[in-house]
Structure formats: structure tokens, C-alpha cells
């Protein structure tokens, strides 16, 4: 069973094709190309792969394609690039929040999914907010600092 | 959109990774279709957020062949009719959170949503979902059998209301039919003189918690604590009452230290014991 899926990427409309099987996390990489979110665990335990539905953070491995119809998702490709870092990623960068980069995407959109709901967030408002982000590099409190950073703010 | 060249070619999809087995998808259109659905195949699986249904798929602990997705029934409608809450089983737990009407008639689901998970997850699980995932770790069973809920599932002979008390039987295994859809969730609105709290403990933020416990305390209109019900969760195989520890708080107006022993005291678990004496104190004060 293949299922027409119709979405919207970055603000692109995107059409896919796909088996109700592939995650929202399949249909970014393998049909979109766009590999920012990143492949981890896929049983939802890491965040690596988080984007945000609707404007909010989900993990893209627990959403099938299929529940994703008309909606809007962005990935981190939509935000900064490398000449014009987003404030959050440049923020990441002077406070060494990234090591291997492998999480560093994920932990960037949480982060800014926190910052447009909490524009002044305390440090706990930080953790609890980038919990479900696994990070094996840095210990945290490069990335905590980061997001408190108030240059990070958009 | 990327330019095509950035477009890899797509790896087979059993080929590594971790991946669900084939299954259909049904978008439903109608809680009759659910059931309908649900009744010719019993290989179906109604999901809504997910949070735990997918991951079960991914390690194929879970193979449905058919998955009925409820979303397009919008059953997350939250409102207050006849003194009670009425909660839609599509709620999710971010919503919880963050609805006014919730914060005021129903302070304890508030504070157990935030306890679930990671945001990210709570954007898109659901207080139905949870219910009938029935995971002895959940907080949101517990909270709502302290809270004296009862929820409203649809089945081929219509509806039914069943006691939230009575809705988990054991591990993951819940008293609805396989052609039932839960759609409801029906608790009384908080009082005047009510005040409530859930303590967990868990080794990370987001972790499934060891323990956890809902307290739900109610001061007459003298300041006297009149009844208490509490439940708990993560400690036996489903959310169970635990009302009768606090039978010695009846009576009572404050949290005296003594008062907290003895509560902790007729928990078996020294941990869970432990929180209900914290839940208490902290549902009495917010009863003041």
C-alpha cells in the first residue's frame, strides 16, 4: 500500500509518495534530501530527529508520514545559513554547545521552539525544555548556555 | 525545497535503520467507522499521537496490519458543563498544560501532564492514548483515579462510562472491548476548599517515573480536611487507589510532621511513601 501524501516543507508545498510505515524522519531524509534531522535511535529515545509539526517540536521518528497530511513542518534547513548563522546557531558556536554536531539540529529547534514560547526562559525552563535532546558530547553546559545567552534571542 | 542533486538515493527501507512492519492506514471519519473498522479486522489499531503506539511499531513489539487514525475526529474539545470537566480523548498532554479551563477546574492534570515525557512528546500524546496504553508508569491514570474521573468509550452496542478506577486490569491491558474507541473523559470540576498535587520521582527529567502519586485533599468550609483520595502509579501494575493510607489525615488541618510519618509510614514502598507524604503537604497547602 502506497499512500499520496501532501505536506508542507519549509513553506514548499512537498507531495510524496510513500508505504504508511516511513516516518515523518524518512520522508525529510530519504525523499526531501533534507538531512539536517538525523537518524539516531528511531524508537524515540534520543531527539535527534526532532522538527517541528505545526510549529511545535516533535520527534519525526514517533510520526508516521501519513498523520502528517497538510501540515506545516520545518526542518533546520529553513533557519540560517553558513555565512549568516541564525542567532541560536551562532550562539551554539561561541559557547561550544557542539561537538560532533551529531544532536546539535535537534537541540537548535527545540531551542527555538522554547525561545518563541519563552522568550526569557530560566535555566530549569532550559533543561527541562532540551531533556528529551541526547547530547554524548558536551556535557550540556555549553548548549544551557547558549540557549540563556540572550544574543540567542531572534 | 533542496536542489535535486542533493537528493540521495533512497536506502531500501528493511535494509538497517529501525522500521515498523507493512501495516494499512485508515484515516477515520466518524467514532461508527472506528468501531466498524475495528469490528471487521482485528488486526487493526487505532492510533492518535502515537507516543507509544509508534515505538512499540518501531521495535516490533506492536504489528498491527491496519492502523485507524483518529485525528480527524477532533476529539480534543476541553469544557466545563454542569459543574464537570469534559475532556476529549485527543487531548493531547501539551494542551493539558497549557488550557485556562484545565489550570482552573483541574489543576492536578495540569501539573501530571507536565510530568510526561519530554515537550516533544507531549505535543503530540494524548490523555486517551494514555488511558489505553494503560502503562502502570503513566501519570495521567493515576491522576484521574485520585480525581474520581470516569471516561466514555464508544462500541457496537454505543456508549458506556466506566469508572477510571476500573478501566486498567493489569500491565498494558485495559476493560475495553477491541471494537471500543475511548472519546471522553468526564471529572468534576475543582472545589472551593480542593487542593491537589502530583510528586514523582525519576532518575532523569522525562524518564518513566520509579513512583509517582496523586493526592487530592478537600477542606470543609471550617478548614477541615474532609476526604482525601490518592492514587499511584509506577509501583504496581496499574494505577491503583491508595485513599486509605490518608485515613488518618480526616479530620486534620495541618501538614504536622507527625501527620506526614504516619502517611509515609503505611506505604510499603519507603520511596512512594516518601512522595505521598510531599504530595500531601503540598495538596494541603494549596486546599488553604
Excluded at chain 2, 473498522?37 to 488486526?43: F, K, S
Excluded at chain 2, 510499603?268 to 497547602?285: F, I, K, Q, S, V
Amino acid at each position: 500500500m502506497k499512500v499520496n501524501v501532501k505536506l508542507e516543507v519549509n513553506a514548499d508545498p512537498a507531495e510524496v509518495q510513500v508505504e504508511p510505515r516511513e516516518t515523518l524522519l524518512d520522508v525529510v531524509r530519504e525523499h526531501l534530501g533534507l538531512t539536517g534531522a538525523h537518524a539516531g535511535c528511531e524508537q524515540g529515545s534520543c531527539g535527534a530527529c526532532t522538527v517541528l509539526l505545526d510549529g511545535e517540536p516533535v520527534r519525526s521518528c514517533l510520526v508516521f508520514a501519513v498523520q502528517c497530511e497538510n501540515k506545516p513542518v520545518t526542518t533546520i534547513e529553513a533557519f540560517g545559513r553558513p555565512d549568516a548563522l541564525h542567532p541560536v546557531m551562532d550562539a551554539f558556536r561561541r559557547h561550544h554547545g557542539l561537538q560532533c554536531g551529531f544532536c546539535t539540529p535537534a537541540m537548535v529547534l527545540t531551542a527555538i521552539a522554547l525561545l518563541a514560547e519563552n522568550p526569557n526562559p530560566a535555566e530549569d525552563d532550559v533543561r527541562q525544555a532540551l531533556a528529551g535532546n541526547l547530547c554524548r558530547c558536551t556535557g550540556y553546559a555549553g548548549i544551557v548556555a547558549a540557549v540563556l545567552d540572550p544574543t540567542a534571542r531572534p | 525545497m533542496p536542489p535535486a542533486g542533493r537528493v540521495r538515493a533512497r536506502r531500501h527501507l528493511d535494509r538497517g535503520g529501525v522500521k515498523a512492519a507493512p501495516f494499512d492506514y485508515l484515516r477515520a471519519r466518524s467514532p461508527a467507522e472506528v468501531v466498524e473498522t475495528l469490528a471487521a479486522d482485528e488486526g487493526a489499531k487505532v492510533i492518535a499521537g502515537g507516543q507509544s503506539l509508534a515505538p512499540l511499531m518501531a521495535l516490533r513489539l506492536a504489528r498491527p496490519t491496519l492502523l485507524v487514525d483518529i485525528e480527524d475526529l477532533h476529539l480534543d474539545t476541553v469544557a466545563v458543563e454542569n459543574d464537570g470537566l469534559r475532556i476529549g480523548a485527543g487531548t493531547t498532554h501539551r494542551t493539558l498544560e497549557r488550557h485556562a479551563t484545565v489550570a482552573q477546574a483541574a489543576p492536578l492534570l495540569r501539573e501530571a501532564a507536565s510530568l510526561i515525557g519530554y515537550p516533544a512528546i507531549r505535543v503530540r500524546g494524548t490523555i486517551g492514548g494514555s488511558l489505553a496504553h494503560a502503562d502502570p508508569a503513566a501519570e495521567l491514570p493515576a491522576a484521574l483515579v485520585a480525581l474520581g474521573a470516569s471516561v466514555v468509550a464508544v462500541g457496537p452496542a454505543g456508549e458506556r462510562v466506566i469508572p477510571a478506577a476500573d478501566l486498567a486490569t493489569g500491565f498494558l491491558t485495559t476493560t475495553l472491548e477491541p471494537t471500543e474507541l475511548l472519546v471522553e473523559i468526564r471529572l468534576p470540576a475543582a472545589r472551593r476548599g480542593s487542593g491537589a498535587a502530583f510528586c514523582e520521582w525519576a532518575p532523569r527529567a522525562g524518564d518513566f517515573a520509579v513512583a509517582g502519586i496523586a493526592v487530592v485533599v478537600e477542606r470543609n468550609p471550617q478548614g477541615v480536611c474532609a476526604a482525601v483520595h490518592a492514587a499511584a502509579c509506577g509501583v504496581g501494575s496499574t494505577a491503583r487507589d491508595r485513599s486509605e493510607a490518608f485515613a488518618g489525615v480526616i479530620g486534620e488541618r495541618h501538614a504536622r510532621d507527625s501527620l506526614l510519618r504516619d502517611v509515609a509510614g503505611r506505604f510499603d514502598h519507603e520511596l512512594l511513601g516518601l512522595l505521598a507524604a510531599r504530595a500531601l503537604h503540598r495538596a494541603l497547602e494549596r486546599a488553604a
